[in-house]
T-cell receptor, first 114, second 114 residues
Framework: AQSVTQPDIHITVSEGASLELRCNYS??????LFWYVQSPGQGLQLLLK??????LVQGIKGFEAEFKRSQSSFNLRKPSVHWSDAAEYFC????????????FGSGTQLTVLP | EAGVAQSPRYKIIEKRQSVAFWCNPI?????LYWYQQILGQGPKLLIQ????????DSQLPKDRFSAERLKGVDSTLKIQPAKLEDSAVYLC????????????FGEGSRLTVL
């Protein structure tokens, strides 16, 4: 069974500082990996996704993530955080078969200090 | 392109009452999912439809939860009778059959059971 671990429940950074959110997955085959962001009272918005090819993927809002198969990780990064980035971030893994079910991590809450 | 529509956005009921949530997916999306998101946790899959058939309902508490997608388009999720632990946000998502598993989420229906 696939699973996702986000070891950091809550992270606080200052505006303008760099950010890295950790994600580790467990999946037997080549995974499809996603990062979603959720602002209060909102649904989930896709930031970026990895399916194959280049292990460094670029997403919206200046985010990027790197797939490292040897470490079963897919960490999310941003070089300079903006106050509007404060939200909850979810890493997810999907099967590559026809079921295409997403399994989510428990999320990381990001607080941005002025 | 219209996104995934859900209603109602908020619902407060007392335990043992019933409630129903409605979802209209993105036009043309064959797969539809209902996720339950309890406060502080990642979304958990309840049920997956492919057109009007159920692909996976293994995590749906069938003694109280039911869902249908009669014409392969919109869907209804019902809870009867509700328990306190059903307080959560119910997220609907849809995706295309082909492609790489990206899901599009609605804003969710927040249920409070008193």
């Amino acid at each position: 069974a696939q699973s996702v671990t986000q070891p950091d429940i809550h992270i606080t950074v200052s505006e303008g500082a760099s950010l890295e959110l950790r994600c580790n997955y467990s999946y037997g085959a080549t995974p499809y990996l996603f990062w979603y962001v959720q602002s209060p009272g909102q649904g989930l918005q896709l930031l970026l996704k990895y399916f194959s090819g280049d292990t460094l993927v670029q997403g919206i809002k200046g985010f990027e993530a790197e797939f490292k198969r040897s470490q079963s990780s897919f960490n999310l990064r941003k070089p300079s955080v903006h106050w509007s980035d404060a939200a909850e971030y979810f890493c997810a893994v999907s099967s590559s078969g026809s079921a295409r079910q997403l399994t989510f991590g428990s999320g990381t809450q990001l607080t941005v200090l002025p | 392109e219209a996104g995934v529509a859900q209603s109602p956005r908020y619902k407060i009921i007392e335990k043992r009452q019933s409630v129903a949530f409605w979802c209209n997916p993105i036009s043309g999306h064959a797969t539809l999912y209902w996720y339950q998101q309890i406060l502080g946790q990642g979304p958990k899959l309840l049920i997956q439809f492919q057109n009007n058939g159920v692909v996976d309902d293994s995590q749906l508490p069938k003694d109280r939860f039911s869902a249908e997608r009669l014409k392969g388009v919109d869907s209804t999720l019902k809870i009867q009778p509700a328990k306190l632990e059903d307080s959560a946000v119910y997220l609907c998502a849809s995706g295309a059959t082909s492609g790489t598993g990206e899901l599009f989420f609605g804003e969710g229906s927040r249920l409070t059971v008193l």
